[in-house]
């Protein structure tokens, strides 16, 4: 597809845009594809320039000095993150590292060209601003989910999710790779899959889980801690 119309179809304030603006947009702009599990944008405090996902999808978590992970929120298609430019939104706090959770197809823009392109355009500043606040907002769903959903509860969202996200009745994901997505330790959803399956919601099988009681597991994921 031509990189314009894309743009176009993509950014809304594009049309808003003279040829001056449109050329800050894409100067310094890199289009790259990333393979499965491929770091897009290290949590090192560097500024990698706002990303546009064009193809693909993209994880955002957070690494603890153990080496614990925490699921932020998710890119897919169409998705554009100012968090990988700490230098360009100032309220950014905590390191983010985001990785292509498939083969990913990524526009990252060059901080400056973009910054001085918002200053100008009061429509894309407030695009990238709002697109901010969306992707704060998906970083405090997961902390209270953390805080007051039982793991239970967060191990059916996720899998639920999985589900209505790719279709069929399994998900293929190790228990490793659930637990970064739910933010817990591998051991602690180990013991909560096979007692979800005792209970005839599940099938643990290899490389993967297999949902056998969807509806009961969507009533589960939208329980809170009492």
């Known amino acids: 597809m031509n990189e314009r119309r894309e743009l176009a179809e993509i950014f809304p304030f594009y049309k808003e845009l003279g040829e001056e603006e449109r050329a800050l947009l894409t100067e310094g702009a890199v289009t790259r ?27 955002a978590y957070m ?25 360009l939104v100032d309220a950014v706090t905590f390191p983010v590292t985001m990785e292509a959770e498939s083969r990913t197809e990524a526009t990252v823009f060059a901080t400056a060209p973009f910054a001085e392109l918002c200053r100008r355009c009061p429509h894309a500043e407030s695009y990238m601003l709002r697109a901010a606040v969306l992707r704060f907002s998906d970083v405090m769903s997961a902390f209270r989910g953390i805080l007051f959903h039982s793991l239970d509860a967060r191990l059916a969202a996720f899998l639920v999710g999985e589900v209505d996200r790719h279709g069929g009745d399994t998900v293929y994901r190790t228990q490793e790779e659930i637990a970064a997505y739910t933010g817990s330790a591998r051991e602690a959803v180990s013991r909560r899959l096979k007692a979800l399956a005792a209970d005839g919601l599940l099938e643990v099988k290899r490389g993967g889980v297999r949902l056998l009681r969807t509806d009961d597991l969507r009533a589960l994921s939208q329980r809170s801690l009492k």
């Open 33 to 59: 594809t990333f393979e499965v599990g491929e770091v897009i944008h290290a949590g090192d405090g560097v500024c990698t320039g706002p990303l546009l996902v064009l193809r693909g999808r993209v994880r």
């Open 63 to 87: 690494l603890s000095e153990e080496g614990r992970e925490v699921t932020l929120y998710r890119l897919a298609a169409g998705d554009f993150c100012p968090l990988s430019a700490p230098c």
